[in-house]
């Protein structure tokens, strides 16, 4: 009972550590139960982990588990290939797909993986007088299939060089089928309890030398330099876990005035906007098959990003974020002043007032990406000449008018467009100007008020950059709040260096090579409500219905949850014989980290990251060690749906797991 109680209460711990500075981390990670070393993690010298890890088709995560290249991504993260490699006749999205050999394998045209080479501080460099571009240009002259960048860390008060070596021959090998590779599809995207098999693999091919080569029927199997050993012992709540990947944008350091227009304006505004669409397409969906099929990408897109901000700002109310960073911001300025810096009060104090500035704009910038920049101005003569257009129409018009009337409603905050303008009070609402540009773009898409429209809109966009000074959405930056934002980060950590803390800060995400560590756990969903952290199979076969799409499983995983068939991969779990499916723990991840690797205490691959609970999304903003959590898919069910679904007898790098030792 009480070691129980100790586990459930185990903290999580935050960060996103660089691999080559980890071993400022590693005491800590060993004493939360990891067996290994610093350079076990990076390495420039032999052969480390990273050497297994690589950044998925740029913006995915992706792990070598053979010495043959095969890779392990998630589902989610192959989607696209698998779709463009699906016809009709060859449905591998709705069907799945097995190369029985590697003669089966399937090119996927435009998929290429990137290594880290190697990782450097160049601020000295740059500081020296050097470029970024020089930097980055000689880097890239070192080796074949060579890419470099300068990457800012801290608001660019540091900057990396990050040199990796990219493949472009990559192939499928092996997808799911949807039914459980998207299992739960939108339903329980970013929820627990949480049953799909979001995995497929790949082959990285390479040339004879074991080089970077274009694609070509004799390339060979990559030989790499790592490649993680998989357990099929499982994880049990408590268990030391360390996930290694590229996770892309986090905003740990932001003013508590942007949390605020987060959390009041930003986020509300894009899920009304939101929120409409997707009851509008939604309907379009329920209304015809087809239809559900050819908004079914569209729908996902829109609704994951939706979902995750209803949590976030859940999140950010629960949390108190906004009230507890004023606090800390004063309490900083104030610590700093007494420590001798007294110039924190007026760097806070431009911060808002910039902020304060930059703020239409910003917002302006969002609602136009969420409003009028979603349609077409002019739809191309192939998707006119579809037949299924006819049936779209409506929708398609339903949308126009949807975000003409959204934009008009809630462009508050800058002079509106002129073109704009004119075409509302010309047909006497939102509404008519959207159908009347609606249909031109249907049936006569070169028609000069479409160019005159888009291009008055492109004329804002250019204004919004101009004033805020970056073409870049992230961060809810301006230029000068970036410099401002560097001196705050340099404050903050001399202020975490007096109180003998710095080595708690990391840098935000910013799609760069990434450790996170923590431990396997449930947690306190809502009083009284306890979330284990495994699912099993049962709990799919729980949810299996026929009539419902997302939840309708294969007949063949039917057959064997009856038959009870599990082979090597059942478990004991509550006195049930079972399939392990997907397990929680207490690592920070965000975008970027699909796919990537989760690892136990000796650096072998239990599972395959590819979510958040619901209520951690604000994580990005503050990460609550109570109940942030991220979802793996258990390698033992990659395994057992390989080896049963699969049936994986002609997967040769990984023969030896289906054969029970001893
Ligand atoms: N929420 C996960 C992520 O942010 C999975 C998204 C894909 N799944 C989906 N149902 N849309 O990417
Ligand atoms: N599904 C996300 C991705 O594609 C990871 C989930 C998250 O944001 O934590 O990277």
């Known amino acids: 009972m009480l070691a129980a109680a100790a586990l459930r209460t185990a903290a999580a711990d935050p960060g996103m550590w660089l691999p080559s500075l980890i071993g400022q981390r590693i005491d800590d990670m060993r004493a939360k139960g990891f067996r290994l070393t610093a350079e076990d993690i990076y390495s420039v010298n032999r052969a480390s982990m990273k050497d297994a890890v690589v950044l998925f088709n740029g913006g995915c995560t992706g792990e070598l588990v053979s010495g043959e290249g095969l890779l392990l991504t998630n589902h989610h993260c192959g989607y696209g290939a698998i779709q463009a490699l699906s016809s009709v006749e060859n449905d591998f999205l709705t069907h799945g797909f097995w190369a029985r050999s590697r003669a089966e394998e399937l090119p996927a045209e435009g998929v290429y993986v990137r290594f880290l ?27 074949k299939g060579y890419r470099a960048s300068v990457e800012p860390m801290y608001y660019g008060t540091q900057h990396f060089l990050f040199v990796y070596r990219q493949y472009d021959d990559v192939r499928l090998v ?56 998989i357990s099929t012992q499982g994880v049990r709540e408590g268990d030391f876990t360390m996930i290694y990947g590229f996770p892309g944008n986090t905003q740990q350091y932001i003013l508590s005035d942007v949390v605020k227009y987060v959390q009041e304006c930003s986020d509300p505004m894009k899920i009304a906007v939101r929120t409409a669409r997707l009851d509008l397409i939604a309907a379009a969906q329920r209304s015809d098959p087809a239809l559900r099929i050819h908004y079914a990408a569209k729908h996902a897109n829109i609704a994951n990003a939706w979902k995750k901000w209803q949590g976030e700002v859940l999140g950010l109310e629960r949390l108190d974020t906004y009230r507890r960073k004023q606090e800390s911001e004063a309490l900083f300025a104030h610590a700093m002043g007494d420590a001798g810096y007294g110039e924190y ?25 969420e409003t009028l920049r979603t349609v077409a101005y002019g739809y191309s003569a192939e998707e006119r000449n579809d037949p299924l257009f006819a049936r779209r129409r409506p929708v398609e018009r339903a949308l126009y008018e949807l975000v003409f009337e959204e934009y008009a409603a809630r462009n508050t905050m800058l002079p509106a467009i ?3 303008e004119a075409g509302v009070a010309r047909c006497g609402s939102a ?42 959405l992230r961060n809810f930056n301006s230029a000068r709040m970036s410099e401002l934002y560097a001196d705050y980060v340099t ?31 449930g947690y306190e969903y809502a009083d009284g409500t306890y979330h284990e952290p495994q699912t099993t199979l049962d709990g799919i076969i729980a949810k299996d219905d026929p009539s419902v799409y997302d939840y309708d499983i294969p007949q063949a995983l039917r057959d064997l949850h009856a038959a009870k068939d599990y082979g090597r991969w059942a ?53 609550d060690p109570a109940i942030c959590r991220n979802i793996s898919v258990d390698i033992r069910y990659v395994l057992f749906v390989m080896d049963r679904i699969g049936g994986v007898s002609f997967l040769c790098d990984l023969l030896h797991l289906f054969v029970r030792a001893g």
């Not at 049953?195 to 497929?200: I, L, R, V, W």
């Not at 431009?350 to 910038?365: D, G, K, N, Q």
């Not at 959207?434 to 160019?451: G, W, Y």
């Not at 723990?585 to 619901?614: E, K, M």
């Open 117 to 143: 080479v190697r990782m450097e501080d160049v601020t000295d460099r740059l500081a020296a007088g050097e470029t970024a571009q020089s930097i980055a240009e000689a880097a890239r002259r070192e080796g």
């Open 174 to 229: 092996a997808a799911p089928p949807s039914s459980i590779g998207k299992f739960g599809g939108d339903t329980d995207n970013w929820i627990w309890p949480r049953h799909t098999g979001d995995f497929s693999v790949f082959r990285i091919y390479a040339g004879a030398d074991n080089e970077p080569a274009a694609y070509a029927a004799d390339n060979v199997p990559y030989r790499p330099a790592r490649h993680f050993a």
């Open 345 to 369: 009060h007026e760097v806070l104090a431009e911060l808002r007032r910039e902020f304060a500035r930059a703020l239409p704009y910003y917002y302006t910038r969002e609602l136009l990406a």
């Open 418 to 420: 002129p073109e704009f």
């Open 431 to 472: 509404k008519a100007y959207a159908d009347r540009i609606f249909e031109l773009a249907a049936n006569d898409p070169a028609h000069a008020e479409l160019t005159a429209l888009k291009g008055g809109i492109e004329r804002l966009g250019r204004e919004i950059v101009a004033q805020l000074g970056t073409e870049s």
């Open 491 to 521: 404050g903050l950590r001399r202020w975490a260096a007096l109180c003998g803390r710095e080595g708690d800060m990391f840098p935000d995400a910013n799609l760069t090579l990434r450790v996170a560590y923590g431990s396997v756990a």
């Open 571 to 623: 478990v004991e779990a509550n006195g049930r014989r079972t399939v392990p499916v997907c397990f929680l723990a207490t690592n920070q991840t965000t975008g970027g980290n699909s796919g990537s690797p989760i690892l136990d205490a000796d650096g072998r691959l239990v599972g395959i990251n590819f979510d958040r609970t619901w209520r951690s999304t604000m994580s990005d903003i503050e990460f």
